[in-house]
């Protein structure tokens, strides 16, 4: 898997370069304008490949960063709410908060656990709105 692309690559690079020595030696007195231009056209590309590559990789973060805020922002205000129900209530919320928070720490350091966690989320939700439809 590494041979093969390395000698595809460095084979056409040896032959260039063989090439331009013997070509050189030849009419030493040709000019190497051109080489510049495909260079310079050469480290364009790859800058504007870069640029591409870093912006995906910036928007990416960006993204999952704002997931994580919004995300945090919804945990504590449902804390903050829970705490106007009454007291039965208030502590099994709080309790399943706390169970949820854990649970989304535990996989983001593994993310083999997502399965169970998205069906664990889903119980702790169910319970959520059991309360709520005791409350109503």
Known sequence: MFFIPLLVVLTPILIGQRYGIWHT????????????SVVGAAFGLLAFM??????I?????????ELLLEEVTNIRTTWLRSGVVPEPFRSDTRKLLLEYVDLRIDLANDLSKLSSAMIRSQHILDKFWESVEILA
């Open 25 to 36: 030696k030849k009419s030493p007195n040709l000019q190497n304008a051109s080489v510049g």
């Open 50 to 55: 870069l640029a591409f590559t870093f912006q």
């Open 57 to 65: 990789a910036a928007s990416r973060y960006n993204e999952r960063k």
